[in-house]
């Protein structure tokens, strides 16, 4: 786990200073288009095949480090061929501009 | 109604038969009937036998003492002589004759109807044709230990065979074909012979491990006047359940005890309602979380040890236990170890477990092993493992728990268990502000889908016939599921087809008792044999069907673009093969064709909650219903 913490952190390092700013409707695009909302949901919500993103607390270069070396058994590796630094920056940015869903208690559905 | 030949009369007979279902010994009135044979009339091109009856209406005696309520088939010349029998002979009640459009969607009814009602249906089709249709549904059966009672019709002498159809139809040993995955069969070759292999036959399909048997109808048998004498019906007399050895449940309760935090894994625990109490019962006593698959109704939801109520039922995480106590779990070694992700040489793998943590298992599968299909799943190193069915055995464990509780004991327990209610409650509550996101999303979240069929049906008695794993489980995440009824777990050999007929039958099992039944149907899954839908009409079987309609076989496109992001390669192409789009297939336009009340396709959330009630008065009103509702993935 420490060793996981550590390669987030280099690789952070490294993504965060070749990063431009994220084009989230381009992020949109990406998400569905290399099929990420196939088990995170086109919003991100997560499911039985795959992690909440919507509202991620993760910083980006931690979100980026994940993608592309997840852990064991997780997810598979999104590299660069298949999704590039700035590609991966627009996704980042789309999972960011989900909107914050309304506590539980404010939905009469979710109050029994 | 009386046969003025019949010594005994057929209404006569046929009351002691339902009276006797489990403890009857009969002489058959056609065995009683017998006359000597006419000559055949000519020139009508059929031979009439008007004093005579044919075997087949023995047959129907036969089947009449077993208490089978319904039998499901699609018609076949191969069982012509049973079938109008059953309708003229048998008058059609017990058991009734449900016309089904496929075979798979004969044995997966039966398969659902079993899962609420606890006995088998009976299905009949051709030895040949008729059973390559069942297959994958009866090995869904096999694999979901649930008891179906096959019949297949057979011309094994070539002597009565006629024209091509019936050649092509015949078979040397008709279940051959499924002997791997059934329990038992045999293809009797004299009435007296059935009359026995019947009987047998339900004893076996129903004798835990419950499975599918098979019995081989002749047509020869079928068709032909009785001629054999004294013919007579053996009583039906139910095996006791098979139950663990004493010393070893013993030795389970000190494990058990012994642990700091054990965990009770419950895969196929409850065969009756019983089992739920049972369960109830030991994890109460031992104050330990219970992990439930979801394979039956094991375990209320709502109960404060239900296990950690998240998307991952299946696949529990069970690294903080000291002691795993597995009923009849299922793919136990994969629960306990992890894997590399994706399938590779040279995979890896590791234990989840605790280091010396104890596994104990209680299975009745070992009684019933087969080497050919690999049901079984991988070899497990348990430290104890009890060869008996859960449910018989749990009454043994309870009370050697409680034999070896000491007060001290029990305190300590108590603060466990208060523990485990609290994360529980926790984790509820946390599950309610996961099911807020995306919550007006269009396609509809499989949360937001739950929650509005549970606002509609909580106040209702209720019965969810569907799995709901591809739906994240949100209904067992936001519902409280506590009666046998209120769940009935998935396909067992996750042979997809299963989920449409399954529900129509376990729908027809619950119309008896009034209850509302609910169907969260795969898109996929209906495309099979959506035949059933008119099955669900014609026979008036009152059920809600909700389309999760995600347009797609959307598990084979997830391991699409896994394999093709492991190889770089481009993951939109994942819907080659496996999306269900251009043209969206319209499934309230196919309900409504096989004449059901239908609405949709349905993408706006905030319509779903009206269309809900709207259908909900219909099936009330004892139709079937579907809603299309387009929805998000999983």
Same mark, same amino acid.
């Given at each position: 786990?420490? &060793?996981?913490?550590?390669?987030?952190?280099?690789?952070?390092?490294?993504?965060?200073?070749?990063?431009?700013?994220?084009?989230?409707?381009?992020?949109?695009?990406?998400?569905?288009?290399?099929?990420?909302?196939?088990?995170?949901?086109?919003?991100?919500?997560?499911?039985?095949?795959?992690?909440?993103?919507?509202?991620? &607390?993760?910083?980006?270069?931690?979100?980026?480090?994940?993608?592309?070396?997840?852990?064991?058994?997780?997810?598979?590796?999104?590299?660069?061929?298949?999704?590039?630094?700035?590609?991966?920056?627009?996704?980042?940015?789309?999972?960011?501009?989900?909107?914050?869903? &309304?506590?539980?208690?404010?939905?009469?559905?979710?109050?029994? | 109604?009386?046969?003025?030949?019949?010594?005994?009369?057929?209404?006569?007979?046929?009351?002691?038969?339902?009276?006797?279902?489990?403890?009857?010994?009969?002489?058959?009135?056609?065995?009683?009937?017998?006359?000597?044979?006419?000559?055949?009339?000519?020139?009508?091109?059929?031979?009439?036998?008007?004093?005579?009856?044919?075997?087949?209406?023995?047959?129907?005696?036969?089947?009449?003492?077993?208490?089978?309520?319904?039998?499901?088939?699609?018609?076949?010349?191969?069982?012509?002589?049973?079938?109008?029998?059953?309708?003229?002979?048998?008058?059609?009640?017990?058991?009734?004759?449900?016309?089904?459009?496929?075979?798979?969607?004969?044995?997966?009814?039966?398969?659902?109807?079993?899962?609420?009602?606890?006995?088998?249906?009976?299905?009949?089709?051709?030895?040949?044709?008729?059973?390559?249709? @069942?297959?994958?549904?009866?090995?869904?059966?096999?694999?979901?230990?649930?008891?179906?009672?096959?019949?297949?019709?057979?011309?094994?002498?070539?002597?009565?065979?006629?024209?091509?159809?019936?050649?092509?139809?015949?078979?040397?040993?008709?279940?051959?074909?499924?002997?791997?995955?059934?329990?038992?069969?045999?293809?009797?070759?004299?009435?007296?012979?059935?009359?026995?292999?019947?009987?047998?036959?339900?004893?076996?399909?129903?004798?835990?491990?419950?499975?599918?048997?098979?019995?081989?109808?002749?047509?020869?048998?079928?068709?032909?006047?009785?001629?054999?004498?004294?013919?007579?019906?053996?009583?039906?007399? !139910?095996?006791?359940?098979?139950?663990?050895?004493?010393?070893?449940?013993?030795?389970?309760?000190?494990?058990?005890? +012994? @642990?700091?935090?054990?965990?009770?894994?419950?895969?196929?625990?409850?065969?009756?309602?019983?089992?739920?109490?049972?369960?109830?019962?030991?994890?109460?006593?031992?104050?330990?979380?219970?992990?439930?698959?979801?394979?039956?109704?094991?375990?209320?939801?709502?109960?404060?040890?239900?296990?950690?109520?998240?998307?991952?039922?299946?696949?529990?995480?069970?690294?903080?236990?000291?002691?795993?106590?597995?009923?009849?779990?299922?793919?136990?070694?994969?629960?306990?170890?992890?894997?590399?992700?994706?399938?590779?040489?040279?995979?890896?793998?590791?234990?989840?477990?605790?280091?010396?943590?104890?596994?104990?298992?209680?299975?009745?599968?070992?009684?019933?092993?087969?080497?050919?299909?690999?049901?079984?799943?991988?070899?497990?190193?348990?430290?104890? *493992?009890?060869?008996?069915?859960?449910?018989?055995?749990?009454?043994?464990?309870?009370?050697?728990?409680?034999?070896?509780?000491?007060?001290?004991?029990?305190?300590?327990?108590?603060?466990?268990?208060?523990?485990?209610?609290?994360?529980?409650?926790?984790?509820?509550?946390?599950?309610?502000?996961?099911?807020?996101?995306?919550?007006?999303?269009?396609?509809?979240?499989? %949360?937001?889908?739950? *929650?509005?069929?549970?606002?509609?049906?909580?106040?209702?008695?209720?019965?969810?016939?569907?799995?709901?794993?591809?739906?994240?489980?949100?209904? =067992?995440?936001?519902?409280?599921?506590?009666?046998?009824?209120?769940?009935?777990?998935?396909?067992?050999?996750?042979?997809?087809?299963?989920?449409?007929?399954?529900?129509?039958?376990?729908?027809?099992?619950?119309?008896?008792?009034?209850?509302?039944?609910?169907?969260?149907?795969?898109?996929?899954?209906?495309?099979?044999?959506?035949?059933?839908?008119?099955?669900? %009409?014609?026979?008036?079987?009152? !059920?809600?069907?909700?389309?999760?309609?995600?347009?797609?076989?959307?598990?084979?496109?997830?391991?699409?673009?896994?394999?093709?992001?492991?190889?770089?390669?481009?993951?939109?192409?994942?819907?080659?093969? =496996?999306?269900? +789009?251009?043209?969206?297939?319209?499934?309230?336009?196919?309900?409504?064709?096989?004449?059901?009340?239908?609405?949709?396709?349905?993408?706006?959330?905030?319509?779903?909650?009206?269309?809900?009630?709207?259908?909900?008065?219909?099936?009330? *009103?004892?139709?079937?219903?579907?809603?299309?509702?387009?929805?998000?993935?999983?």
């Amino acid at each position: 786990m420490r &060793k996981f913490i550590l390669l987030f952190v280099v690789a952070g390092i490294t993504a965060l200073a070749q990063t431009k700013a994220g084009d989230a409707a381009n992020g949109k695009r990406l998400f569905e288009k290399n099929a990420c909302y196939q088990c995170h949901g086109y919003w991100g919500q997560g499911g039985v095949a795959g992690a909440r993103l919507a509202q991620t &607390k993760l910083p980006f270069v931690a979100f980026s480090a994940f993608v592309r070396n997840p852990p064991s058994g997780s997810m598979p590796p999104f590299r660069a061929k298949v999704m590039s630094d700035q590609e991966l920056a627009d996704v980042y940015a789309y999972i960011k501009s989900i909107p914050e869903p &309304k506590p539980a208690k404010d939905i009469p559905l979710l109050n029994y | 109604m009386s046969d003025s030949k019949n010594p005994v009369g057929r209404r006569g007979f046929l009351k002691r038969a339902a009276a006797g279902g489990a403890g009857l010994a009969a002489t058959a009135p056609i065995a009683l009937a017998q006359q000597a044979a006419l000559k055949p009339e000519t020139g009508s091109g059929v031979d009439v036998t008007p004093n005579l009856r044919p075997g087949s209406d023995f047959m129907v005696d036969v089947f009449k003492t077993l208490g089978i309520e319904y039998i499901a088939a699609n018609p076949g010349s191969s069982f012509r002589g049973l079938q109008e029998s059953f309708i003229n002979y048998g008058k059609n009640t017990s058991p009734e004759w449900l016309t089904c459009c496929h075979e798979e969607s004969s044995v997966a009814m039966a398969h659902g109807y079993a899962k609420i009602e606890g006995k088998p249906m009976m299905i009949m089709a051709h030895g040949t044709v008729g059973l390559q249709h @069942a297959s994958m549904a009866i090995y869904n059966a096999y694999c979901d230990r649930v008891p179906v009672y096959i019949v297949l019709g057979n011309i094994l002498d070539v002597n009565y065979r006629r024209g091509t159809a019936e050649w092509v139809h015949s078979v040397q040993d008709a279940a051959a074909m499924v002997r791997d995955y059934t329990k038992w069969d045999d293809t009797p070759v004299s009435l007296s012979h059935f009359a026995e292999s019947a009987v047998r036959a339900y004893n076996i399909s129903m004798t835990p491990p419950y499975e599918p048997v098979v019995l081989v109808a002749d047509g020869t048998l079928q068709e032909e006047p009785v001629t054999e004498k004294s013919l007579r019906i053996p009583k039906l007399v !139910m095996s006791a359940p098979p139950q663990g050895d004493s010393g070893a449940v013993a030795e389970a309760a000190r494990l058990l005890l +012994n @642990a700091e935090n054990p965990v009770i894994v419950a895969g196929r625990v409850a065969r009756t309602p019983k089992g739920i109490e049972h369960l109830v019962e030991l994890a109460d006593v031992l104050q330990a979380r219970v992990q439930d698959q979801r394979m039956r109704m094991n375990f209320p939801s709502a109960h404060p040890l239900y296990g950690h109520p998240g998307a991952g039922i299946a696949t529990p995480n069970l690294s903080e236990h000291d002691a795993i106590l597995a009923l009849e779990a299922q793919d136990l070694w994969g629960i306990t170890h992890k894997m590399t992700g994706l399938n590779k040489f040279g995979m890896e793998s590791q234990p989840t477990t605790k280091p010396g943590a104890k596994v104990i298992t209680v299975s009745a599968i070992d009684l019933n092993h087969k080497s050919n299909y690999q049901d079984f799943g991988r070899y497990v190193e348990a430290d104890l *493992a009890i060869t008996g069915d859960p449910e018989a055995t749990l009454p043994e464990l309870i009370e050697a728990v409680k034999k070896l509780l000491t007060p001290d004991r029990r305190r300590a327990l108590q603060e466990r268990g208060a523990k485990i209610a609290a994360e529980n409650q926790a984790g509820r509550m946390r599950n309610r502000e996961l099911a807020a996101i995306a919550w007006d999303a269009s396609p509809i979240s499989t %949360a937001r889908l739950s *929650a509005e069929l549970w606002a509609q049906i909580k106040n209702e008695d209720w019965s969810l016939v569907s799995n709901d794993r591809f739906v994240s489980s949100w209904p =067992t995440r936001l519902w409280d599921f506590s009666k046998p009824y209120h769940y009935i777990g998935a396909q067992g050999g996750a042979g997809i087809g299963y989920q449409a007929p399954a529900a129509v039958g376990a729908a027809l099992a619950n119309k008896k008792h009034g209850r509302l039944t609910v169907n969260i149907q795969c898109d996929g899954d209906l495309n099979y044999a959506p035949g059933v839908l008119w099955t669900a %009409a014609h026979h008036k079987i009152p !059920m809600l069907n909700v389309m999760h309609n995600n347009r797609a076989y959307h598990e084979e496109r997830m391991y699409l673009a896994l394999l093709g992001a492991k190889y770089d390669r481009d993951l939109g192409r994942s819907d080659i093969g =496996t999306a269900l +789009n251009g043209p969206n297939i319209d499934y309230a336009s196919i309900a409504k064709g096989y004449g059901l009340y239908a609405e949709g396709p349905i993408t706006d959330p905030k319509d779903l909650g009206p269309a809900l009630k709207r259908a909900i008065e219909r099936v009330k *009103a004892g139709e079937p219903a579907l809603l299309d509702v387009v929805t998000q993935p999983r």
